[in-house]
Structures are given as structure tokens and as C-alpha cells.
């Protein structure tokens, strides 16, 4: 977390990433093994793993996603079971391969309420105008 | 067992949620619900005496306010650009999907699937567009996710453009 900013607005922060997105995250070797992990893996749509095997092996929406050797990769609201949401952050630290989750679930359900009303009216404009 | 991502492209409300629903749990609803984001499930298909299992990314619709963003194809062996021919801009919207594609990933084997073809009298029937992706595709299928036509043979139809991809790219190294 940025240094700079004051204590108050990283205590906030840091309280509001446990009680809002629920992190969970897995370091993994260059084999997509999993080195470590941790967090609210369950909120993010992991029941369980198994740390012998390749983690996208494991957890179908991660495969083909890695090995990540790029710059950092976000993927937004990746819907993992029904109705749950999640973003999923691929990064490199040190040469280690970092994913990180977070559920993002209240915010993506208040966004498809509002895509849907916005995509009811693009269809109706649509219908109105002729299609062409 | 071989395993493949495969992603559905296309404009909002083409259909692609509801091909993958007829797909994976045999279910059709009426009933419009836009996709956030991604939605990813998994399925076996055979393609011919093979069987590979697709992990399937039903990503969002473009619209006039958003277009697909590249990340969504990470990994992606192939896919099925989803188009409704009752609203001719939808081939507008996967013509320039596909060159993101090509843009982001490398060309990729793709399906153009025509959706809806319960509504075919409503269908445009020339279309240049139409027919620049036609040329271009592996295959093109009429499909319908409301009666239930040709939706097991568009996924088993991009199995095979992905085994026939997979040959080519061994017999080159």
C-alpha cells in the first residue's frame, strides 16, 4: 500500500479488502505449482486444492491463463459458480508467479442491473430506428 | 484428456449465454439476462475418435458502450463468433472482434454460428459483411438455443477445427 497516504485511509483500506472482496491468493512455481496460499479461497470460487498438481489443472476458470510471464493481467468479474463474482489478478514479484482473487460479487450484480435497463433501452432505440 | 479454452464472441444479446446454457444443461428461458463479465463452464465433446474437453468463456457482449477487453482471450485455442442476422450490425460488431482476435492472440480456428434461425424470415439475406466472414471462418452454422438446432454441432464443429489445428501446428515443428 502507498506509503504516502495516512494511517486512517490504510487501516480503511486494508478493512475493507478483508470485509468487502474477501482476497485469497496462490504463489506458484514456474509449473503452476502452488508454492503457497491463502485467504477466503472458498469466496472466490475454490473449494479446495490440491498442492501436488498444477493449480490450473485444478480450478478450470485459471486455464490457460498461465504461466504468466507478461505484465500484470486483470481479468474482471469472472463468474466462478452462480452468482458470484470475481476479479482475478495475475503479477509477477520477484520473479514469482502471484494470482490473486477478489470477490467482487455486490458490485457486479449492481453493474448488471444497470447494463441490463441500459441494454432494454439500446434494444427498444434499435427496434425503433430500424436495425440498419 | 486434452483440454481447450474456447471463448463465444459476439454483440450483446446474440444469443451466446444461451447457447452455452442449451449446451451444458440443456435449458432455454425467454427471458433476457445480460452476462457481466465472464461466465465459464466445461464440457467433453468428441471430435471424431477423439474427445477433448472444452473450458468454455461465455464473455460479455459488445455494445455501443463497451468493447471486449483483450485479457478475455488469454489462452483462447479457438471460438465461436456469434452473430443474429435479424440485426445486421452484429456483423459489424464481429468483424471487428475477430480482428482484435488477430490483434491479441494470433489468428485462432473459428465458427461463425447464425443464431436464431427459428427467426430466418426475418433474416437479412445479402450482406457483405456476412459474406468476408464466411470466407474467412472454419465453418459457419445456423444454430437456435430456443428449439435446440445445431447447437451440439457448433461445439463439436470447433473440436474439430481445433484437432485440425493442433495437427497442422505439429507437422510445422
Known sequence: MLPSLPEAVRRYLAEAADNIINPAYFRLDKNNRIMLCGGDLSQCGVQWVDITKPIDEQVDFLFGLLPNHDAPVVIRNAQTKREQFVDLHLFLDGGKQWVLLCNNTKAALQLQLEQQNRLNIDFINEKRIGYR | ?????????????????????????????????????????????????????????????????????????????????????????????????????????????????????????????????????????FATIET??????????????????????ARLSSDAT
Open chain 2, 1 to 137: 484428456m486434452l483440454q481447450k479454452k474456447v471463448c463465444l464472441l459476439g454483440s450483446y444479446a446474440v444469443g451466446k449465454t444461451s447457447l452455452v446454457r442449451q449446451f451444458v444443461d440443456s435449458i432455454f428461458s425467454e427471458t433476457y439476462k445480460t452476462t457481466i463479465g465472464v461466465m465459464i463452464d466445461k464440457k467433453n465433446v468428441k471430435s471424431g475418435d477423439n474427445e477433448l474437453t472444452l473450458v468454455i468463456w461465455d464473455v460479455y457482449g459488445e455494445d455501443s458502450h463497451q468493447s471486449v477487453a483483450p485479457a478475455y482471450m488469454r489462452g483462447m485455442a479457438g471460438y465461436l463468433l456469434v452473430v443474429d442476422l435479424t440485426r445486421p450490425n452484429t456483423l459489424k460488431s464481429a468483424d471487428a472482434l475477430m480482428k482484435l482476435v488477430g490483434k491479441t492472440v494470433g489468428d485462432k480456428p473459428f465458427v461463425l454460428v447464425k443464431n436464431k434461425v427459428d427467426l430466418k424470415d426475418d433474416w437479412i439475406t445479402e450482406s457483405e459483411d456476412l459474406r468476408a466472414l464466411e470466407a474467412v471462418a
Open chain 2, 144 to 165: 437456435s438455443a430456443k428449439t435446440d438446432i445445431g447447437v451440439d454441432a457448433m461445439f463439436e464443429v470447433l473440436a474439430n477445427a481445433l484437432c485440425v489445428d
